[in-house]
């Protein structure tokens, strides 16, 4: 069972997550994940969700604690996205250097995500913490075949999914980092 606190992040942090990972990112066992922005939210969520299911996850932060932390809830590696080289770093996790199937982008970084997937791969954006607008190289976009998917909370169904995958596998309950009065909210 879940405590309160923990069961208060279900209804937007899990259900956003949920849809963006599945729902909208058709995210499969066995496939390549990779989360920017270890340590939030979202990123924290889309570790946990995507590691039950068989996922293989890789995350980016600014912090190797952040990192590290992520690692305990399930993701394989993390690169620091300080370097500027960190997609080439992050696609070198992956299987013969091929890129991610997936990246879950809640930080607005085109760019770099799309120099992480693998051809056909596909990027789910669903924040702009760092720039609500982005550039795109188009020609490399459309010779790679990428598909960008927007995504934002979630449905009663992928509601009824996120509760059913919490059910039937196992994933760690929710990292609650502070708790407030509703007085105080």
Excluded: C
Aim: glycine content about 12%; overall charge negative; hydrophobic content about 45%.
């Amino acid at each position: 069972g879940l405590s309160w606190e923990q069961a208060a992040a279900l209804p937007l942090v899990g259900l956003t997550t949920y849809r963006a990972l599945f729902t909208r990112g058709r995210l499969r066992a066995g496939e390549n994940l990779l989360v920017l922005g270890a340590g939030g939210g979202v990123a924290t969520m889309a570790v946990m969700l995507a590691s039950a299911v068989g996922a293989n996850v890789t995350v980016t932060s600014s912090s190797a604690d952040k990192i590290a932390q992520a690692q305990e809830l399930g993701a394989a590696n993390g690169v620091l996205y300080t370097d500027s080289e960190w997609p080439a770093e992050a696609r070198s996790l992956t299987p013969n250097g091929q890129g991610f199937d997936l990246v879950l982008d809640s930080v607005g970084t085109w760019e770099p995500s799309i120099a992480a997937l693998r051809p056909g791969g596909r990027l789910v954006v669903l924040g702009a913490s760092r720039s609500e607008h982005a550039t795109l190289d188009v020609r490399r976009f459309y010779f790679g075949q990428y598909e960008l998917i927007g995504t934002t909370m979630g449905s009663p169904r992928d509601f009824t999914g996120l509760l059913t995958l919490l059910d039937t596998e196992t994933v760690p309950p929710v990292p609650i980092s502070a708790a407030f009065p509703l007085a105080e909210a």
